[in-house]
C-alpha cells in the first residue's frame, strides 16, 4: 500500500464540523460560498459578533493572529466618532472569510499521510485533533464580561472621584453675578 496526502481534496464536513465546533451549521453554508466555483475566493458576508465584539470575537475562534492585529489597528486609528464604527463593518465583512481560511489551512496542515488500511481509526483520530486544535475559547465570554464589569466599576469610581473633588460652584461663587442676586 503506498500513502498519499489527502491535503489537495476539499475540505469534508465532518472535517469542518469538528474544527468549527459550536455554530458548525452556520459556518458550512458560508464557507461553501468561499469556493463554490472551484478556487478560493473572498465574497461578502456579514457577522454580527465580529463587528460587535471584534477583538473577542477573534480570541473566541481561536484566531490570535488575528487579535493583535485588531488591537493594534484598533490603537493605532485611535477612536474618533465613525472609526469604530467603520472598523466594525471591516471586521464583519471580512471575518467569516479570514474564519474560513484559517480553518481551510488549519484542517489541511492536520491531515494524516495514512493508508486506505488504517483510514477509519486515522479518521477518528484526525477529527479529534481537529476538534482540539479548533472549536472555541469557552474562557473568552467570560474574560469579556469580567473585564466589562471592572471597567465600568473603574469609570464609574474615577467619576465619583471627580465629582467629589471638585467644588461646587457656589463654593467657587458665593455670590451670584449680575442681576440674579
Not at 465629582?163 to 440674579?180: M, T
Amino acid at each position: 500500500m503506498e500513502s498519499y496526502v489527502p491535503s489537495s481534496s476539499p475540505l469534508s464536513a465532518e472535517e469542518l464540523t469538528a474544527y468549527i465546533g459550536p455554530r458548525a451549521e452556520r459556518y458550512r453554508p458560508r464557507f461553501q460560498r468561499f469556493t463554490r466555483t472551484g478556487t478560493t475566493r473572498f465574497e461578502f458576508s456579514w457577522n454580527w459578533p465580529a463587528a460587535l465584539f471584534g477583538l473577542w470575537w477573534y480570541l473566541y475562534r481561536k484566531m490570535y493572529g488575528w487579535a493583535v492585529a485588531d488591537f493594534v489597528l484598533s490603537v493605532l486609528l485611535g477612536w474618533t466618532l465613525f472609526v469604530p464604527i467603520l472598523w466594525g463593518v471591516a471586521r464583519a465583512v471580512t471575518a467569516d472569510y479570514l474564519y474560513f481560511r484559517q480553518a481551510d489551512r488549519r484542517i489541511r496542515e492536520a491531515r494524516p499521510i495514512s493508508s486506505a488500511v488504517d483510514a477509519p481509526a486515522a479518521n477518528a483520530l484526525h477529527l479529534a485533533r481537529l476538534a482540539v486544535e479548533g472549536g472555541v475559547n469557552a474562557w473568552v465570554p467570560w474574560v469579556a464580561i469580567a473585564g466589562a464589569v471592572l471597567f465600568l466599576a473603574i469609570v464609574l469610581f474615577a467619576f465619583g472621584w471627580i465629582w467629589n473633588a471638585i467644588p461646587p460652584l457656589r463654593d467657587l461663587w458665593p455670590d451670584l453675578p449680575g442681576r440674579w442676586m
